[in-house]
């Protein structure tokens, strides 16, 4: 039997349990406290009631621009039956100007000035009454008056009424000093990683530092990086230690997995106290804290997206805290504002969605509006994966019990991005560069296009259930050799779809470079000695070799890695240049792209395929246009095996 | 008959015509472009696409701790069935090391390490399909893989992201580098107002540079502040014509409106093309704006508010358009991210409010919530209060066509605070300044008090309609002698309100330090050489004014200055002060406050008034807990004139 140690804490915690630890330990107690001129504090939160140490205005003034005059003197005008007073009885004021010896003021508006006699004198044309258009001694601010709370933040016309009111500093709660403390012998710095010396295998540039302190920028607060740290225990831990020192919170990057470099919890447990090990949450799992000191240490994972999130759901907070705002740590709204949310949207996922069981997890989203009904679905799940975060244009958060959930569920997604749906175009179908490229043409023209590459038979099966927008298909018709009409015939259920022949384009294996394996055709495929890349399954490229395999009678089974899965082209081809596959079917423009081995095997029509009012969708000229200008078409004759209809080349 | 000059130039706009016309003359053409390090553009707008300089990962990487293997040697282990390998066919990698050799890993978690006849062999109870658990290279970013497109802002993911692909500089469109220029000959530094030397009267501090350099810190942009230019056309003049030679955009302040001192208009004319002369809005109606020599000029008025107005109006949408986010200067939610406010309450209004024709009008707003009716109330609209900015929860906007909008009306306000309504009382009733001291001491254990001072009456009938969670009295009924009793009788049409006698405090005649016109009793106030400052109608104190005078057989006729009102006790107090009034009816701690002359009158009875479920109320206790506390009792104390129970003192 297992003798299994007692934890003096909490071994897993839900994100609620970790942060409620973590602000019962740290955010109780009194945070330091400054002083400062009122501008320097903007920002920050008062720690003592701010007061006025003045009348504003300091004397009796003009509220307008006019005549300051005895208000009796004015009694009875009219524009019917103006009064007429001596230069002694007025006397010009501006606004703010003092007004003495008068106890109101006539707006110039009301008077004019006539000259009698050689005499100059103010006609008004309207009473006033005492006291009207003066501002009195401290109408805006009295001495001594509470001008704002222990508690409140320090906004820009708080600034400016504390000034005005001569307060020279205000005491405000300081904000916790932060340290960032990268961690890896595979980490290098942004300089070694930019210098353009080749790096080598095995390491890797420290993002993390990179976003963790581009994201404290983003929320007004300052952190400090140290320079990268071995997987060294001893020198970690006396970093750790002289940090937890001299800082109010130290964020230890990565060594918190089990691998045999993952130091962390063993140095946390060493120099302090722990206050949890694991969060329920994918990524972030092994997110750890611990007391040093004093100091909360937290350790974030090493896989940028595991902490991003480390960051968004506990050093936020805790900063917050820290920060005199314990009260803004509680609820959702916290995490809208460590990403920077300022739009919620509900909508419905365009795929079933697996949530693991019992943990709460993070999704980086992508979203569309087709014909009213809003969409949204997961861009990748690896935490490793860092392009989905920067792509994505929120993030939703599925809850613990949250487990398999059907397509169409609605989930709730906080934007990061000025997203507006209605000028957003969602593609889907087969996968092409030329294709790709289009994004930035219609995200010129201030539209957009979204692009999910799901494979010709998917973008159809996406077009007719209204999934997307437009679709695209090379589907080869093996029982009469015509490409994607019966498809179509097949998918569009007695809808009026619209085709367009944007380009054809040049099928064939991709080899490595200087075909080492010396792979002419399928049969070499089939050989045993080649290792091939697939598609997935309604892929047209999929489709196209199935066709191949039967008309030269090889089985599928026959070819090493028939069951092997990229999405893309270029993917597909990546693997071969990467080594990890010998060969692949694609299109020329990957292989030229990575410049590898190409035979050509066949020549597709690539077609569009459009809802049946894709030309009302306020995108959709600006897409159309693209496709006919002379740059796309100039970029993609550059990329290799295209051939570019003549004119517009449109069918129904 | 007049001449009417022709202008080239629309004299009056809307606001949404002003902004069509700067976006037109500003915006259309391109911002300038810089390039710079990825980090160094966080927030900025990528002027140029940005694309990725290498492959994520740049080696085939190991994407869990495990074991290398050849996936063919772990085909068919299971739990049940476990392989063993020897030591040359396996080899342990930590995440992110590069698998050589090897085409898949085990995770450690499926394996254990057996020694066999000396010999360590690994036990792998799970097989795994080729390329499992291995990130390929650039199965994250492809070389030439397009990151961000122009016009993509710059976010902490793409700025890591960024960096993990090589790019080591992007192209962003340049803020707009902006100038502000106060002028005006009664305006003085920040320094100099706040050193201490006494400030004459007619001088006031440079609080509009103040603001706005906030402002612009809050919005992530930077602002130069010129020194401040007295009011001569020549000297602004060639300030302007250099600043619009130097800079992107130009702000100048004040110098807008009629006064003798406003040259702002004939320097724009002179200099440049006039853009628009007024803005159809309140405040901020003479905002004005030219084009000099291709540079955007813009006039904000001196008024506090009507710079703040401007600033939030028209520059910022100019400035976001001139950083290349033209797409996010239209609709309602500029004003949202230009005021910072998060979040929208409609509510409905408290009381009646008349909006100027034709114009819109900006409202510095309060909110409360009683018993489920979210209610608000604009503060004030005097365009020379800057504590209303502070003050206020938010601010509504209330179009052109809004005019007279009845009590109740929903309005729409932009919160710029963090207000949870739910922990928010709402006082209405008699003014008092130790009441007032509650608002902090309630803040301070997170809850918050919201005081309108309307007068006894206006409190308990405040509290009869729904609108206050509590009210205060001090109101002598005339027939018997007692205070409150008869009028609670009245208000509360059988609804059980609890009281609650917080203190007693002494009313009397307030009077100018030594009492220079010798005023003893109510004869001297009618006796015509004494201008009299009274309360509003419903208020107590006027209450026991009228009294008084009856019981003297005074005529409030007879009473110079009668009609005069002022909404609390400091601010009559404060007319007495300043000397725009000799007298006043008050409590002893506002003389005491302004070390005024007083004479003693009256003895009153205080008592806060309930609603029937008050005590529900989260912040009740904490309210209830601040009048029993030492501290508050002995804050009050200090202020003279009030007599605190000796216990708690609690009747219903």
Known sequence: MAVVKALDY????????????????????????????????????????????????????????????????????TPATPIALAPSEYSWVNTGIPVIEADSVVMVEDTSLETVG????????????????????????????LLACRK??????????????????????????????????????????????????????????????????????????????????????????KAAGQYDMVIVSAGSAKGQRDHSADIFERLGRMSFRYVRMKPGRPAMAADIGGTPVICSPGFPMSCAVTLWSLVYPLIRAMSGERDECRGAGYISRAIGSRKVLKAGLLTNHSSPAGVLEWLRVKCAEVEGRKFCWPLTSGASVLWALAEADGIAMLPEPALELQRGS?????????????????????????????????KRAGMELVIRAVGSMGGLAALSRGDAHFAAAHLLDTSDGTYNTSYIKQFSGGKRWRRRLIFHREQGIIAARGNPKNIRDFEDIASGRVMFENRQPGAGTRVLLDYMLREKGIESSGVPGYDRISITHMEAANKVASGVADATLGIKAAADALELEFIPIAKE????????????????????????????????????????????????
């Not at 991005?417 to 219609?442: E, H, I, T």
């Open 10 to 77: 909490p071994e897993h915690c839900s994100l609620e349990e970790a942060l409620e630890i973590l602000l019962a330990k740290f955010a109780l107690r009194e945070p330091r406290i400054m002083e400062m001129r009122p501008r320097d504090a903007l920002g920050l939160i008062l720690a003592a009631d701010a007061v006025s140490c003045g009348n504003v205005p300091h004397y009796t003034a003009s509220a307008v621009d006019g005549y300051a005059v005895t208000a009796y003197s004015t009694s009875g005008a």
């Open 118 to 145: 050689g005499v100059e004198r103010l006609k008004i044309s309207r009473s006033v009454t005492q006291g009207e258009n003066v501002r009195a001694v401290g109408e805006d601010v009295m001495n001594g008056q």
């Open 152 to 241: 409140d933040r320090v906004t820009p016309a708080l600034v400016s009424l504390l000034l005005c009111a001569g307060v020279k500093s205000v005491t405000v709660f300081a904000r916790p000093r932060t340290i960032f403390i990268p961690t890896g012998n595979e980490i290098v710095d942004e300089n070694t990683w930019l210098s353009g010396e080749k790096i080598p295998p095995g390491f890797v540039v420290d993002s993390n530092s990179a976003y963790a302190a581009a994201l404290f920028a983003d929320w007004g607060h300052e952190l400090d990086v140290s320079r990268i740290l071995p997987d060294d225990p001893e020198i970690i831990s006396e970093a750790v230690l």
């Open 410 to 442: 609605e989930i709730t997604v906080l934007l990061t991005k000025p997203v507006n749906l209605s000028n957003r175009l969602l593609f889907q179908g087969s996968d092409d560069p030329a294709v790709n490229l289009l994004v930035s043409f219609v």
């Open 605 to 652: 029509p690539y077609e569009l395929v459009f809802m049946e009012r894709f030309e009302e969708h306020p995108a959709a000229g600006v897409l159309l246009e693209a496709i006919e200008s002379d740059e796309w078409r100039a970029a993609v004759a550059r990329m290799g095996g295209y051939e570019l209809p003549q004119g517009g080349s449109d069918a129904s």
